[in-house]
Structure formats: C-alpha cells, structure tokens
C-alpha cells in the first residue's frame, strides 16, 4: 500500500473534459471496477506473507499451482497484479500505491489492504550553495477490493504521503510536499493471458498551506500483464499526470520466479531481488524512485534566481539502493524494515528550467502492511 497504502511525476493537462471522461468511465462500470490482481496463481503465497510490497511477496508454491496457473482468475489462486511494478509509484507519489497485492477468495466479501511507512534520510548537501537538506518521508494509504463478477473487481481507496524537508541554509523551497488523493479502480480480464487495469487517483496536491483548485490533478494509470508461464509475466504501465514534465510515461518490468525461494520483481519504482528464509521471513535488495509533484501556493513569497516561485511546480525526485528483511509475524500482517543510500535527488522547477539537487545519504525505512 508505496501507500506502500500502495507503488510517486507527469505535467498538469488543464483539461475538464479529460476528468469528466475518467469519472464517467468509472461511474458508468460500475459493474466493472475491477482489480482482480494479477500474480500469477501459482506463486500463491501463504496467508502469513501475502503482503502489500513486491519486496515481501512470499515465493512459496501451492501443491495445486500447476492447476491453478491454467486459470489465472480461479477463486482459489492470488492473481498477479498488473500494478505490480508501479503501485508503489513513480509520479505524484506512491498515489497508485496500495498493497501489492490482494486474494479475492471464493466469495464476493470485500477485501481490505493498509499500509503505513515511514523513512528518514539524513544530512546531505543541496546543490547551487543553497545549505543542507534532512528528509522523513510517510505514506499511508488504505485499499478496497471486491470480485463483482467472474474476471471483475472493483477498487476503490485512499493515499495520503508526505515528504518533510529539514533545510539548513538558502534553499527557498517549502518545508513539505504532499498529496492526499482518492483510488478509484478496475481490472478486466482480456484472456487468460492478458489482464488490464484502468485506475484514476483524483487529490490534492501540495503543500496544504494554501489548498485552491490550481492543487488538484487527477493521474492515471493504464496497465497490461501478459503471463507467459507460472513462472514468468512481463508488465507494461502507462502513467498520465499532466503535472509532470512527461505527461505519459510508459513503465515496463518483468516478474520471474526461477526457483520457489527466488522471486526477480525487475520494474520501476521498486525493482528487487527477494529470498524466502521461510514461510515468514523474506530477504530483499534493490532499489526504489519515490517523489511527488506539487504546486506551490499561489501566494508563495520565495524566489530563486530573483524569479517568483509563486504557483510554481515542484517534480520531487529521488532514488535509493537498500537492502531489507520482510518478517511476517502474523497471518495476514507482515513488518518490514530495510537501510542503503539515497543516491540521487533533485527538486525540479520546470517553469523556471532549473533544477537543485543534492549529495548521497544513508537512508532508514520501516512499514506495516497487511490484508484481511
């Protein structure tokens, strides 16, 4: 749920015809918010580790797995989510972040997700003399989702992520960026081999100091996941958010289980190699994009470079390479924790063409998540 609840940027297409398409597309299926997850049936993992970040999936295989990979959408398999490699979020923030993934059961009952995470990243030196700059970092994001028919589930949920900066020096920028946004989803079943998810996340992004309607966007996601085999699916993302600087950004990655204690989950924003100890231990390395795209308030008094910053978006980026231990104590919930280095970060302000960045940081980070 990266959410990491849900999984964090794409430039503002000022258009009311646009949402209003999205919302009707959605309102309109209201039979067919979907979000059957798509990982494959046979890596069906057991109830004690089938958690919300690709870096804890459990790899275990069920006995039946050869059965149950045959027909992806069987009630008795965990599906592959076609969100997988981009839930956790590049753009506005982990926004189509949620728990990775979900079980639909052999009932209609809705099926809830949460995650909560918290990082802090330590001193390092901003660019342009502009001082030091400390970062923590929280998401917390719910997630709904319920099999409206054979091959049909609806989504719908909430993410809230902040990034808090502690400057030491000239830097003009805020002290936080953050968006808070609703999850509006669906999967559809094109084939047995083929699944797709549409997903609107309608917020508020910012700094919250003064919300009006130049804050609020609605990204979007478009998904695709072929599987291949049990063993291997390939994903293809199209991410929409006119308040970056690419307004489409295309996100592909693969999932392959060559062995029941391996699992390479390669695609952004969190691509990792994981390990399962056991059944509730899983140990994982890789690396992770986190970042968010907010507009400063109309009323913003700073300058750089003698230029107002009023109105002004800020694409927020940053990357870390980490290694970490996923424990599920308890069925359904696991804890999470994991430490490396945040290699690279920049403040991109596009309507100014410039760009402050900073030095390398050692980073901590701990989560929660769970499903029930």
């Known amino acids: 749920m990266n959410g990491k609840i849900y999984f964090h940027n794409v430039k503002f297409i000022n258009s009311r015809k646009y949402l209003l398409i999205c919302v009707l597309a959605i309102l309109v299926n209201t039979d067919g918010l979907w979000s059957q997850r798509m990982s494959v049936a046979s890596n069906q993992v057991s109830p004690s580790s089938n958690l919300g970040s690709s870096s804890s999936s459990s790899t275990f295989e069920s006995s039946d797995s050869q059965a149950v990979a045959q027909d992806p959408l069987s009630p008795e398999g965990e599906i592959e989510d076609p969100l997988a490699p981009v839930r956790e979020q590049i753009g506005t923030t982990r926004s189509a972040f949620g728990p990775d993934r979900s079980q639909t059961g052999k009932s209609d009952e809705w099926s809830v997700e949460f995650a909560a995470e918290y990082g802090?990243?330590?001193?390092?030196?901003?660019?342009?003399?502009?001082?030091?700059?400390?970062?923590?970092?929280?998401?917390?994001?719910?997630?709904?989702?319920?099999?409206?028919?054979?091959?049909?589930?609806g989504i719908v949920g909430a993410n809230w992520q902040i990034f808090t900066f502690g400057f030491d020096g000239s830097m003009p920028l805020p002290e936080n960026l953050q968006g808070l946004n609703a999850i509006f989803g669906g999967d559809f079943e094109i084939s047995p081999e083929w699944f797709m998810r549409i997903q609107v996340e309608p917020g508020v992004y910012g700094t919250w100091n003064n919300i009006n309607w130049h804050n609020v966007n609605m990204p979007a996601v478009f998904a695709w996941t072929n599987i291949l085999n049990a063993e291997f699916q390939w994903f293809?993302?199209?991410?929409?958010?006119?308040?970056?600087?690419?307004?489409?950004?295309?996100?592909?990655?693969?999932?392959?289980?060559?062995?029941?204690?391996?699992?390479?989950?390669?695609?952004?924003?969190?691509?990792?190699?994981?390990?399962?100890?056991?059944?509730?231990?899983?140990?994982?390395?890789?690396?992770?994009?986190?970042?968010?795209?907010?507009?400063?308030?109309?009323?913003?008094?700073?300058t750089y470079n003698n230029r107002s910053l009023a109105g002004t978006l800020v694409n927020y980026f940053e990357a870390r390479m980490g290694a970490g231990v996923n424990w599920s104590f308890t069925e359904g919930v696991s804890l999470q924790g994991e430490a490396g280095a945040m290699v690279w970060r920049t403040f991109d302000l596009p309507r100014l063409n410039e760009s402050i960045r900073s030095t390398m940081a050692p980073y901590a980070q701990i989560s929660l998540r769970g499903v029930f």
Do not use: H, M
């Open 120 to 153: 802090y990243v330590w001193n390092a030196s901003l660019s342009n003399g502009q001082g030091n700059v400390n970062e923590e970092s929280g998401i917390i994001a719910l997630l709904g989702s319920k099999r409206l028919d054979e091959g049909c589930v």
């Open 236 to 302: 293809i993302a199209l991410r929409a958010d006119v308040f970056q600087f690419f307004p489409v950004l295309p996100v592909p990655g693969i999932r392959w289980q060559p062995a029941k204690e391996w699992l390479f989950n390669l695609s952004a924003p969190k691509p990792t190699i994981n390990y399962a100890v056991d059944e509730e231990v899983n140990l994982f390395a890789g690396g992770e994009i986190l970042g968010v795209t907010a507009r400063l308030p109309s009323n913003d008094s700073g």
